[in-house]
């Protein structure tokens, strides 16, 4: 009978055993799974746990940048306002000292003019220093309120031909330069920039004047120099006059500091004030570079953009233009800050109940 | 030796006595013929004009050819003065010109704003303060042509 078939029943055998293995195989393979499943949410959860953690620091990193930013805005309202009352001290108080400064001078020449003949040569001469005197403390009102002018009156930033100025300054200094016998060269071409003309006139005037009233040399040569710097033009005006100590490079743009005797050169020392002050008004920067009895380079520099200069331009806009950032990566930090304002508010609303 | 109508007819308002003085010395110096009122603040410059107060009398109070008029004045200052001057129809046509130590932005443009026919700064140098006296008066006085009804008095 095929019923009793040993072979058959041996057969069977060898096809559960192998069923069961299979069984055994899969039920690891399962196990398996369910410990790397495990593995994986541990992973998950570490990871949401960083995150989370990350999300905190950045949030008070956010808070704390708030907070400075309000600091940082609070001191400069605070140095602006001072600012503003120096500028408005100083131009009322000059005003106030040109006044009876008017009266001595007037006095001073009546006395002159009426006392001719009781006058010895002598006191015609005391009366023609306090004159003198008079003028000079004039000049150095002028200067005072020049600079507190500047801060005062806004600029007016227009595209203009560097060379232009130049021979602006030129013209100017035509005296000084036929008679000094100085030799001005325009060393490389000179950009078209963006700046208020009448005061960058005033920084190329001064520089140039002071490379030639500081100079000692049988044939001055002044050379006027530029250099492409990106986002910067920079210039130079590089004399070979007498020169500057190091330890004065600083201190020469400071306000009535002159390094002369009073004697030997004209002026109230103010001149490089008013430079630097414009400079400044324009972002720029300006500084020196010198050698006692070889000469010094005087160098500013300007910024190429003219809503820089005027100041309105954001840090963001000019990532933005420079690619170093995409429309994308603003408008997700923006999302990114409004949600984390979001969820500040939610927090706090929560504690409050 | 002058005529009559050369002789510029001057209302001085400054209320500093060294001002007046340096003026009315300058004016000589310049060698302007004049003939010259000072009044002392703004509202005595309104009542000179205007025939009021102490001016009731017609003959102590003509009416000026030019007005120099200061800013920094007690009572009344120089630019409401001023604006008083050219709102008044009477008054309006008088050639005012602002003579002042000070060369503020502000006051500038008030004054042009409040019809000044011209803003001038006062020279510390005494000279040259007599050159703008004498350029001043020989323009205003002289010179410029005015509307045929303005001088009429």
Redesign the interface.
């Known amino acids: 009978m095929e019923r009793g078939d040993p072979n058959l029943l041996d057969t069977y055998k060898v096809e559960i055993e192998s069923l069961k293995q299979l069984l055994e195989a899969q039920e690891q393979a399962v196990f398996e799974q369910a410990a790397l499943l495990e593995e994986k949410m541990n992973e998950l959860k570490n990871r949401m746990q960083d995150l989370e953690g990350s999300r905190r620091a950045m949030k008070n990193i956010a808070e704390d940048l708030t907070e400075s930013k309000e600091i940082l805005e609070y001191q400069k309202k605070i140095l602006e306002d001072v600012n503003k009352e120096l500028d408005d001290f100083t131009?009322i108080v000059s005003?106030d000292l040109?006044?009876p400064?008017?009266?001595i001078?007037?006095?001073s020449?009546?006395i002159i003019d009426d006392y001719k003949d009781k006058l010895s040569e002598e006191g015609r001469h005391y009366l023609e220093r306090v004159r003198a005197n008079?003028?000079r403390m004039?000049k150095l009102i002028e200067d005072l309120?020049e600079i507190s002018?500047l801060k005062?009156?806004g600029s007016t930033i227009e595209e203009v031909e560097t060379e232009e100025l130049i021979t602006e300054v030129k013209m100017r200094l035509e005296y000084a330069i036929k008679q000094k016998g100085v030799e001005i060269i325009i060393k490389d071409k000179l950009p078209k920039i963006f700046c208020d003309r009448v005061r960058l006139t005033e920084v190329f005037l001064n520089l140039i004047s002071n490379a030639i009233k500081f100079n000692d040399k049988q044939k001055p040569v002044i050379e006027i120099g530029y250099d492409d710097q990106g986002d910067l033009h920079k210039f130079y005006i590089k004399d070979n006059g007498i020169g500057i100590k190091e330890e004065y490079f600083e201190k020469i743009f400071e306000i009535f500091q002159r390094l002369g005797k009073r004697e030997d050169v004209e002026g109230t020392g103010a001149g490089l004030t008013i430079v630097k002050k414009i400079i400044q008004i324009h972002k720029g920067n300006i500084w020196v570079e010198s050698k006692p009895g070889e000469g010094s380079v005087f160098y500013f520099t300007i910024p190429k953009d003219r809503s820089m200069i005027l100041g309105k331009k954001l840090i963001g806009e000019i990532l933005l233009e420079r690619k170093l950032v995409t429309e994308d990566d603003i408008k997700k930090a923006l999302e990114e800050q409004q949600r984390m304002g979001r969820i500040n508010k939610g927090e706090q609303d929560g504690r409050g109940t | 030796m002058a005529e009559e109508h050369n002789i510029i007819k001057i209302l001085l308002v400054e209320d500093?006595p060294?001002?007046i003085?340096?003026t009315k010395?300058a004016l000589k110096e310049a060698k302007v013929i004049n003939k010259l009122w000072i009044v002392r603040d703004g509202q005595e410059a309104l009542d000179f004009l205007k025939h009021e107060g102490d001016y009731k009398d017609l003959s102590s109070s003509p009416k000026p050819g030019l007005i120099l008029l200061d800013i920094n004045l007690p009572k009344l200052n120089g630019i409401d003065v001023l604006g008083a001057i050219k709102k008044d129809s009477n008054l309006k046509r008088i050639p005012v010109v602002m003579l002042t130590?000070?060369?503020?932005?502000e006051d500038i443009i008030k004054s042009y704003d409040n019809g000044c026919n011209s803003f001038i700064q006062?020279?510390?140098?005494?000279?040259n303060?007599v050159e703008v006296v004498k350029e001043v008066s020989l323009y205003w006085g002289l010179l410029n042509i005015f509307s045929p009804n303005g001088q009429e008095e």
Request: proline share 3%.
């Open positions: 131009y005003h040109k006044e400064l008017r009266s001078d007037a006095y020449k009546f008079t003028e004039k309120l002018r005062k009156r | 500093n060294d001002d003085d340096i010395r130590v000070s060369k503020r932005d006062k020279p510390v140098n005494f000279e303060f």
